[in-house]
């Protein structure tokens, strides 16, 4: 291969990177992959010379990484309702992200109707978490549902919903149904297994 079809391959490469972040639902993966994508038109841009679109590439990264920084920040504007089962926000997120609600949570709707507990999270008035539940006494929590959507799957939705939860009194949270694709997500938040359990202390 000639240097001149490498560097068309990295320039391709770099565009097609930028192209499919657009294709993201989740804000976090949309703002990495058009970042990384970026970054290698960028330094295509800086071979072939083209130095306006070398600069404008580097500020979307560099916009990018700001962006994906605040993301990780747990101090966003969120709000936290307590809500109760099969109330109309409730079960209008549940019915809504239904597909994606049972992908993460397979058995969930089988012990949806056990639910004593239900949290929601909102940011500027736009549903952005889930949390149903059963209280044990003691300031135990079982977790049901603990569902973030699909543009704020990045913990930061998880890491406030627990810091609200710690105020309402819990100290314990259980997961004991079949993690799945959900295990990566409870790993990540700290519960670790116990007894084929998987359990988060909170104080």
Known sequence: MSTHMMVELVGYIGSILVLISFLMTSVVKLRVINAVGGTIF?????????????????????????????????????????????????????????????????????????????YVICKDAAPAGLFLGNKRGKGELEVLLDYSVPAYRDCSVGNYL?????????????????????ESYLQTMGFEKVNGVYVKELA
């Open 162 to 182: 627990y810091s609200k939860l710690k105020d309402q009194g819990i100290r314990k949270m259980i997961f004991t149904g079949t993690p799945g694709p959900h």
């Open 42 to 118: 960028a330094v295509y841009a800086m071979i072939i010379q083209s130095y306006p679109t070398a600069l404008m590439n580097f500020c979307l990264v560099l916009i990018n990484i700001y962006y994906l920084i605040r993301l990780r920040k747990s101090d966003r504007n969120y709000d936290f309702i307590e809500g109760k089962p099969g109330e109309s926000l409730v079960q209008y997120m549940i019915n809504f992200y239904h597909t994606d609600i049972q992908k993460y949570f397979p058995i969930f709707k089988e012990k949806q109707p056990e639910c004593d507990t239900a």
